[in-house]
């Protein structure tokens, strides 16, 4: 079982840089495909970012590409998700997931563990 914890939320202007990490518990984080996940008010859960179990490959959303990376260090049971180039429509609480059954996934649903969420807010 892996309990994840999220911080490094805040507000910045537009075109500015924030980093996310997210914290996990355990022994076994190596064993987990990370995935970041945002949702926005009045808006559907939607896939961000995720990274293999060793870090080798990663994979973004159209809407981040080039303006956010996701790595790990699994000695620090660690993920992090530098933003750069920030729009308002980033605005949106972000999620850490955890799964165990895919290289990486980009549905929420195949996800087997949460973290609480960090808001960030993005003003112009």
């Known amino acids: 079982q892996v309990q994840l914890v999220e911080s490094g939320g805040g507000l910045v202007q537009a075109g500015g840089s924030l980093r996310l990490s997210c914290a996990a518990s355990g022994r076994t984080f190596s064993n987990y495909a990370m995935g970041w996940f945002r949702q926005a008010p009045g808006k559907e859960r939607e896939f961000v970012a995720a990274?293999?179990?060793?870090?080798?490959?990663?994979y973004y959303a159209d809407s981040v590409k080039g303006r956010f990376t996701i790595s790990r260090v699994n000695a620090k049971n660690t993920v992090y998700l530098q933003m750069s180039t920030l729009k308002p429509e980033d605005t949106a609480v972000y999620y850490c997931a955890a799964e165990r059954s895919y290289l990486y996934s980009s549905r929420s649903s195949d996800y087997d563990y949460w973290g609480q969420g960090t808001q960030v807010t993005v003003s112009s």
């Open positions: 990274i293999t179990q060793s870090g080798g490959t990663t």
